[in-house]
């Protein structure tokens, strides 16, 4: 028997291509930006791969969400 779920790693590079006409609509200045959100994603692979949710999506989106909050937590420290 195999896997149900593919390696986190391939499902998120599915769901890229997947998004990659809303990508293309976008400004050539917004489609890096875009670009750099979306690799954000890769540096929680592991996590993503634990939570072993069925929509691909859903982790990535925690992922770049997570990733922002900790930027965010960091400046505010800063700031003070």
Known sequence: MGRTI???RLA???EEREWKVFR???DKSDRKL???MFLTSHLY???CS???NPIRIWPIFMSIIFHH???LMSLSKQIK
């Open 12 to 14: 998120r590079g599915e």
């Open 6 to 8: 593919p390696s986190f």
């Open 24 to 26: 293309n609509a976008l």
């Open 34 to 36: 875009f670009d750099e």
């Open 45 to 47: 692979n592991s996590a």
């Open 69 to 71: 909050y900790k930027k």
């Open 50 to 52: 634990c939570a072993a």
